[in-house]
């Protein structure tokens, strides 16, 4: 049990071992211990900043999805009053444009039943000319009778 | 037997010794020195009148190559210390950095950058040191004789001057930090106005040998007891083992284990024990309570 010089040797290892700990093993790990820690806090923080997003993105993306389907459903709407618009005015046009025909033809129809009925009126005072002149035996002259005869077709 | 056993355990528990001897000195194999020299001593009656002047050389080896052992792996895993995942000699490290510090933030909570460093320097070393314990007692003394070495005391912490070298090296941390944020006035102050005090200036002065006189004991309490506790834990444990290795050889296995695994525990548990009272220690001296 005798105290000597150990103990001075002893204290100056003692020495020697803290200071190269304090420059050499210690700076370095607890830098790196830090670093770790920074990133694992940076790496929550950007995915709590993830969730954040997404959450954020799915609720713009269920706003804009039924923006578009009442946009759909007005142009729907439009189209539907538009072709409905459309259908009505076609039919009006048909039915007027019909009535145009139909009067038309009519018109037609009464042009040519006069054309026709005159043309009778024409024949028919040829054929009872004709016939007056079998009758008669003699030429009758147009030109004499003509005032009869005009009298004769308005008569029929 | 009686005789051998004491013999073997005096020997046991006797450092390899180198130091000076003085003239004409007669010398454990019968020769007389011609002048005062460095050599090393041949018995334990040598070593002792060596006196002050004479190195543990085995305490001293064993500690420093522990201690470059400690610093090796320690150094290592710093320089490949990486912020990613880290390996296992990285990952050991770290566990024991991060205890340490916990340790020290709980106790100090001033700003010091020696102190940490410090504390796992202890730690890690006086583990180490006490590990040596758990080598069977008679292994490396044994080596050693082979190698024409007669005494080997492989455990460094069984060495009082080890402990003692470390204590003080603490104390002198102690009164460094206690001047430094105290001052001086701060410091004499604190060793000598309190636990006692008075208003009345009269009484004050004569109360200052009483103060002196506690606060003295308990400042020079710190080392000594800092020291002796480790000391005399290992040295038991020590004293036990070669007690053990005394027995027959199917006693010492059924009593040389318990005891080694209940060491393990003492070793640990003494190792952080330096290191709390340290920080402890430390951190009363930063602190300007008084």
């Known amino acids: ?156 | 037997m009686a005789g051998s056993a004491s013999e073997y355990i005096q020997h046991h528990l006797q450092n390899l010794t180198y130091g000076k001897l003085p003239a004409g000195y007669e010398r454990a194999d019968g020769t007389v020195t011609s002048e005062a020299g460095w050599t090393l001593a041949q018995s334990g009656q040598e070593a002792s009148d060596m006196g002050f002047w004479a190195l543990h050389v085995d305490s001293l080896g064993w500690a420093v190559g522990l201690g470059v052992l400690f610093l090796f792996l320690f150094r290592m895993a710093a320089k490949r210390a990486t912020s990613d995942t880290p390996g296992g000699l990285q990952n050991f490290v770290e566990v024991m950095i991060e205890f340490v510090d916990n340790s020290v933030k709980e106790t100090f909570h001033g700003r010091n950058k020696v102190i940490a460093p410090l504390a796992l320097t202890i730690f890690c070393w006086v583990f180490l040191m006490n590990l040596m314990d758990l080598v069977p007692v008679d292994f490396l003394p044994q080596l050693f004789h082979l190698a024409g070495l007669d005494y080997m005391k492989v455990v460094p912490t069984t060495d009082v001057n080890v402990t003692l070298g470390m204590s003080l090296s603490v104390f002198a941390l102690i009164i460094y930090y206690s001047l430094k944020v105290k001052g001086v006035g701060g410091f004499l102050g604190e060793l000598t106005l309190h636990p006692f005090s008075s208003d009345n200036l009269f009484l004050k002065i004569l109360l200052v040998p009483v103060n002196l006189l506690l606060e003295g004991v308990s400042l020079i309490a710190k080392p000594i007891s800092l020291a002796l506790r480790l000391f005399g834990n290992l040295y038991a444990g020590e004293l036990i083992f070669i007690l053990i290795a005394l027995l027959p050889l199917w006693a010492q296995w059924t009593l040389s284990v318990p005891w080694a695994i209940f060491h393990i525990l003492v070793i640990t548990l003494q190792a952080f024990i330096f290191m709390m009272l340290t920080i402890v220690y430390l951190s009363m001296a930063h602190e300007d309570s008084h």
């Open chain 1, 1 to 156: 049990m005798n105290i000597n010089l150990t103990m001075i040797g002893q204290a100056i290892a003692f020495f020697i071992f803290v200071v190269f700990c304090m420059k050499y093993v210690w700076p370095p790990i607890m830098a790196a211990l830090q670093e770790r820690q920074k990133k694992i806090a940076d790496g929550l923080a950007a995915s709590d900043r993830a969730a954040r997003d997404l959450e954020l993105a799915q609720e713009k993306s269920a706003q804009e999805l039924r923006e578009a389907k009442q946009q759909a459903a007005t142009l729907i709407e439009q189209a539907n009053k538009r072709a409905n618009q459309i259908v009505e005015a076609s039919k009006a046009d048909a039915r007027k444009e019909g009535e145009k025909l139909i009067e038309q033809a009519k018109a037609e129809i009464e042009q040519e039943r006069n054309q026709a009925r005159d043309a009778l009126r024409a024949e028919i005072a040829a054929i009872a000319i004709a016939g007056a002149e079998k009758i008669l035996e003699t030429s009758v002259d147009a030109n004499k009778h003509s005032e009869m005869l005009d009298k004769l077709a308005a008569e029929l």
